[in-house]
């Protein structure tokens, strides 16, 4: 039988930590986890080439007349219409941002501090409704305006939520009823 000063003298000789295996791990990790972003990066930028058939996005017109609606918010990016985790990355459509949208007549004016601001006219806007995610971004059923749009021949949608949510069903509603006003004059020239 070991008696406690045999156990307290092999307690004290215990090895040392391998400082150079454990920098080794670091390091390697360090490396691993450098790959994966870099990988990431360059699918983000690869998927950006796939989608380069994208027209540039419209701007503002010079004169697009009184706001009807105005909210300010959160851009969650756009997707393929109907494909909610096809994000498209073309010309800044997939950059998160704040955004400010203002209703008129002309159209959606989007405009998204520190990512690039787009138009959407009257006339390329095909639904509104309210959703619970888009690439990504998963809210409470509802919690999200999502609207439909043409551009370069794709249905998109483009995700925004509110500061204020109680404001999007009236929004969903506005553009539903321009829509349908704009569809209703086209056929009846």
Request: proline letters at 4%; a negative charge.
């Amino acid at each position: 039988m070991t008696t406690l000063v045999e156990l307290a003298a092999e307690k004290d000789s215990a090895d040392v930590t391998d400082w150079a295996a454990r920098l080794g791990w670091v390091v390697g990790l360090l490396l691993f986890i450098a790959l994966v972003y870099w990988l990431m990066r360059e699918g983000w930028k690869w998927r950006g080439t796939l989608q380069s058939d994208l027209p540039e996005l419209p701007s503002a017109p010079s004169d697009p007349g009184p706001a009807k609606l105005e909210l300010s918010g959160r851009y969650h990016g756009s997707t393929t219409a109907g494909q909610w985790l096809d994000r498209i990355v073309a010309h800044g459509l997939g950059t998160r941002s704040r955004v400010e949208l203002t209703l008129t007549d002309a159209g959606l004016d989007v405009v998204r501090p520190g990512a690039a601001d787009f138009f959407i006219p009257v006339g390329r806007l095909r639904e509104a409704r309210l959703d619970k995610g888009i690439a990504g971004k998963v809210l409470a059923e509802g919690g999200l305006l999502v609207v439909t749009w043409e551009h370069g021949g794709k249905l998109l949608d483009s995700g925004f939520r509110s500061d204020h949510a109680a404001e999007q069903a009236e929004w969903a509603d506005t553009i539903n009823t321009m829509i349908h006003t704009a569809t209703t004059e086209g056929t009846a020239r």
